[in-house]
Nanobody, 125 residues
Framework: QVQLEESGGGLVQAGGSLRLSCAAS????????LGWFRQAPGKEREFVAA????????YYADSVKGRFTISKDNAKNTVYLQMNSLKPEDTAVYYC??????????????????WGQGTQVTVSS
């Protein structure tokens, strides 16, 4: 089992930046992808960004492309989400998630088998 712990959320003004961190522990050796999702009140959880752990291939939702960057530190088993040019519509709880090699498509929440507790990001206008 893999444990995930997010940090770095907070309150920021529109146009500002935040960096989220997700530290993975436990049985991480079968991890194919680490992803970030978000969920705003009254909305479904949606894909934000993902990274193939070994290859480093990255994927982004259209809504964040060019503003958010996902990266990793292999030595620390940590994945980051650098969020720039934040908008009020980016306000949500952000979750880190882990997908194994047979979990399905990277953009589907159902493909992920481990989730962090979430961190709140609030962007004021």
């Amino acid at each position: 089992q893999v444990q995930l712990e997010e940090s770095g959320g907070g309150l920021v003004q529109a146009g500002g930046s935040l960096r989220l961190s997700c530290a993975a522990s436990g049985r991480t050796f079968n991890t194919d992808t680490l992803g970030w999702f978000r969920q705003a009140p009254g909305k479904e959880r949606e894909f934000v960004a993902a990274m193939r752990w070994s290859a480093g291939t990255t994927y982004y939702a259209d809504s964040v492309k060019g503003r958010f960057t996902i990266s990793k530190d292999n030595a620390k088993n940590t994945v980051y989400l650098q969020m720039n040019s934040l908008k009020p519509e980016d306000t949500a709880v952000y979750y880190c998630a882990r997908k194994g090699f047979f979990g399905g498509s990277y953009y589907l929440p159902a493909a992920y088998d481990s989730w962090g507790q979430g961190t709140q990001v609030t962007v004021s206008s």
